[in-house]
Nanobody, 124 residues
Framework: QLQASGGGLVQAGDSLRLSCAASGRAIASYALAWFRQAPGREREFVAA????????SYADSVKGRFTISRDNAKNTMYLQMNSLKPEDAAVYFC???????????????????WGQGTEVTVSS
């Protein structure tokens, strides 16, 4: 089970750090990712990280502002979000690839475990 947390209401330009804690299974060997879904829009890729943290991938819209990281010892993944914009407002979901899929890190189909989401609201 994945549990996302850390969302909240912030002003444009502020920072937030989201966490995704896993329970019931170790995620140290899994690729992990963050996706987000704004009202009325499809869920979209935000960032992904390999099991060893050797590679990360970001959506163009967040590159340079967001940083994905993980602490395998704590069974937790993070998303540091800086310089938040109103268009970053969404429900953020964490996901884990437990099947060692060959699909793109940016595709939802790669991931078979999902957290419940944490809402981020950004006021202008």
């Amino acid at each position: 089970q994945l549990q996302a947390s850390g969302g909240g209401l912030v002003q444009a330009g502020d920072s937030l750090r989201l966490s995704c804690a896993a329970s019931g299974r170790a995620i140290a060997s899994y690729a992990l990712a963050w996706f987000r879904q704004a009202p009325g829009r499809e869920r979209e890729f935000v960032a992904a990280i390999t099991w060893s943290s050797s590679r990360t991938s970001y959506a163009d819209s967040v590159k340079g502002r967001f940083t994905i990281s993980r602490d395998n010892a704590k069974n937790t993944m993070y998303l540091q979000m800086n310089s938040l914009k109103p268009e970053d407002a969404a429900v953020y979901f964490c996901a884990a690839d437990a099947r060692y899929s060959t699909d793109s890190y940016r595709k939802e189909v790669r991931y078979d475990y999902w957290g419940q989401g944490t809402e981020v609201t950004v006021s202008s």
